[in-house]
């Protein structure tokens, strides 16, 4: 038995490493896969912890009916990390809007050019993100200027909002 224990306590703790390490690439690269895998090893991670204790509890107590409640309890435990994992991996199959934190940094890019706009629209699938919004401008702007506004406003948005694709329509305003 006290082998079992120490080969399964080795394993929880190699496991508990690179699901550490997964889940730092993942939120880095904003994988879903990477994610659902660093899950799937923290799973693993409490399942040898919970055979080890329940070897060690069994070998200390002498109790053989622990190993059944062990069980029950390691299997809850993956039930519950089984739904995290499926909520997880389908929630990014739904387009979703950007975060209040991103959309900020969006406004913000783009009211630092002194300009109105509107219908702002954001969404992300996966790691990518998109934006798009109407920007209105003067109608005397010249089509080069106009350019270069929107070049601007889109090295803003990317220099702040990592993997996002940007759409901007221009719209003209009557002079008054």
């Not at 490493?17 to 659902?36: F, G, M, N, P, Q």
């Not at 899950?39 to 693993?44: E, N, Q, Y």
Request: net charge negative.
């Amino acid at each position: 038995m006290g082998y079992g224990f120490a080969v399964m306590f080795v394993s929880a703790l190699i496991n508990f490493i690179v699901s550490r390490k997964l889940y730092k690439v993942a939120r880095a690269t904003d994988s879903i896969a990477l994610e659902a895998d660093a899950l799937h090893l923290k799973a693993d991670v409490f399942t040898s912890l919970g055979v080890a204790v329940g070897l060690l509890l069994i070998w200390i107590t002498g109790f053989h009916w622990l190993d059944p409640v062990v069980a029950i309890m390691v299997a809850i435990f993956i039930l519950r990390e089984s739904f995290i994992l499926l909520k997880t991996a389908f929630y990014p199959l739904v387009d979703t809007a950007l975060t209040t934190e991103e959309v900020m940094k969006i406004t913000d890019s783009i009211k630092k050019y002194s300009v109105n706009f509107h219908h702002l629209r954001t969404r992300k699938a996966g790691n990518y993100k998109f934006v798009d919004f109407h920007l209105e401008l003067q109608e005397d702007t010249h089509i080069k200027d106009a350019h270069d506004l929107c070049d601007r406003i889109e090295a803003e948005i990317k220099d702040r909002i990592p993997n996002v694709e940007i759409t901007i329509h221009v719209e003209t305003l009557a002079s008054k």
